[in-house]
């Protein structure tokens, strides 16, 4: 797998073509920090974007869900999708309001979901979508019996044609603009969690470290 | 306009339809407190998913960009859009694999963009945008000129066709699992603001309350 993949004419990044990157290593990042992504599909040119989790193993996304959900009946029959994970790290205030951005990095993917049905691969690919965003819960909970993974449907997704988009740093303004008499910064943005909820019903155990540690950016 | 709206089929919640919601309040509750939406846009059968900043004024979604952009281009000429919005509240932890969950709520909204291009309107619309992210800053910043305004694309997208989705609470194990022993229960999510980074080209004031106080949830 080359390293840096040429964007194709469908995933160069158009608009502030500087911040696009083409970099496997740096996709793999992003989509290893984040853990929802949003799905679009199209039926009849109508396009649906869903938001739903998601695991990567190597150069494969994969994405599961209810055998019975829209987004997954649509996607089993070989369509084209595009998924897309967008993590957002600020708000950028520039002295111009026309230069006001955030910063965020993203990842678009193009490509065909196609349908995860041997048991082996199914149940692999599942422990890799909860161990993504959660990892040791796995181990610690109830494994699947086949009633509930015949509801379940997961589905593999390469990831071949690509692009990340990346924004850093501070606000950059026009030279002019220097001296307009205002505050100009970033202001930070992350997902932070909270102190874990015990469930009422029954509590047998205390919160363990991952619960109560829960962190993205630390991984 | 209805204070409900009813479902069309391709707006129905389908999987887990206890969770959808038609009431406009609780879609517009949403669509206030976020500030990022994913795009949707099929160009020949290939559909495209696209981050982007958006406001809202009543019934209608404004959002922006370059002219030059992909989004903007395709959306310019009338075609279907999806523009889906999500909130993460937190993990649902239950004591099966089966039945771990997220806390979200999201809204799904169909139909087509219209440009803006009326001045004062498009106007009108980038300041709403950017009091939606940041109430107070427009006033702060350099107003746009002639030129900027030109390079700038405004879109509405009418709340017409929609559902949102909200998940609340604590896991829902089946009856069995709950004597499982493990820890079950809820970590909750939350986008927060870290301090604001000065730019460090020219300071000439202080952070404002805006900058330093920033918080979604709280509005």
Redesign the interface.
Known sequence: MPETQMPTA?TRV???PHRGVYSREEAYRILDEGF?C?????VD???????T?YGRKDADLYIH??A???MLRQMKDG??????V?L?DG?V??????N?S?N?R?V?I?GKATLVDEPEEKLAA?RLL?EH??PG??D??????ER?LK??SVLRVPIEEFSAKVRIG??I?DEE????????????????????????????????EY?KN?SRSLR
Chains 1, 2 share one sequence.
């Open positions: 469908r158009v608009r502030e929802i949003h799905v679009g599909f199209a040119g109508q396009p649906f974007v869903i938001p989790s869900g209810s019975a959900s829209r369509i084209a999708v595009c998924i897309t967008t957002l708000l205030l520039a002295r111009s309001v026309f006001h955030m965020y993203s678009v193009l599942l909860s965003i959660l819960r796995w610690d909970s109830r494994q699947p019996n509930e509801q379940t501070p606000p303004d603009d220097l001296s307009f008499p205002t505050w100009a910064g970033v202001i930070p943005l992350e997902m932070k969690a909270g102190a874990p909820i015990d469930d009422e019903i029954n509590p047998l155990r205390e919160a363990p619960a829960y």
